[in-house]
T-cell receptor, first 108, second 115 residues
Framework: RKEVEQDPGPFNVPEGATVAFNCTYS??????FFWYRQDCRKEPKLLMS???SGNEDGRFTAQLNRASQYISLLIRDSKLSDSATYLC?????????FGKGTTLSVSS | EAGVAQSPRYKIIEKRQSVAFWCNPI?????LYWYQQILGQGPKLLIQ????????DSQLPKDRFSAERLKGVDSTLKIQPAKLEDSAVYLC?????????????FGPGTRLLVL
């Protein structure tokens, strides 16, 4: 089992759609959780941290379920500029473990 | 504030040749990371430095890869000899302190193609 697994992509959605990405992790001792965004041929950038109580940043909502070892990211009212690859990232020990990413393409 | 700088941006070499990458982290950042990102995959940590000491190099193929961070500032990553499977983007990242949950800031990466 891979350490961090994500929904296979790509997700193709129209502007204004709501889209959700899921992620599972294998190590129950993992301490911290993040979503990073990576534009095509660019470097990853932190989108948001994920807290146990769930957290929201504008149109983006992240949820964590430690019991199920499951993380999600919800994007509401998708914009063209949201087109990117979304990487689920888990901190285990001192290292960040990245998932393969899920590609989102938002079209007009 | 200047971001993480990397050079070269692109490199094409033949297998069995050697190559070196350079990284200058954000000024004052204590922790520096090197990642390998193969096409279609997420970044994989190769080595982590805190100041000029190695914290984690468990994923570094030490028979061919080496890295150093002299004086706790910039860093070089070397591959010698290169293999076809080393074709990837090599990303350098830095974070301000020594806590592993701090935000990592990535450089633009060096794209390596091994022929």
């Amino acid at each position: 089992r891979k350490e961090v697994e994500q929904d296979p992509g790509p997700f193709n959605v129209p502007e204004g759609a709501t889209v959700a990405f899921n992620c599972t992790y294998s190590n129950s001792a993992s301490q911290s959780f993040f979503w990073y965004r990576q534009d095509c041929r660019k470097e990853p950038k932190l989108l948001m941290s994920v807290y146990s109580s769930g957290n929201e940043d504008g149109r983006f909502t992240a949820q964590l379920n430690r019991a199920s070892q499951y993380i999600s990211l919800l994007i509401r009212d998708s914009k063209l500029s949201d087109s990117a690859t979304y990487l689920c990232v888990v901190l285990t020990g001192t290292a960040l473990i990245f998932g393969k990413g899920t590609t989102l393409s938002v079209s007009s | 504030e200047a971001g993480v700088a990397q050079s070269p941006r692109y490199k094409i070499i033949e297998k069995r040749q050697s190559v070196a990458f350079w990284c200058n982290p954000i000024s004052g950042h204590a922790t520096l990371y090197w990642y390998q990102q193969i096409l279609g995959q997420g970044p994989k940590l190769l080595i982590q430095f805190q100041n000029n000491g190695v914290v984690d190099d468990s994923q570094l193929p030490k028979d061919r890869f080496s890295a150093e961070r002299l004086k706790g500032v910039d860093s070089t990553l070397k591959i010698q000899p290169a293999k076809l499977e080393d074709s990837a983007v090599y990303l350098c990242a830095s974070s301000p302190g020594t806590s592993p949950w701090e935000t990592q800031y990535f450089g633009p990466g060096t794209r390596l193609l091994v022929l």
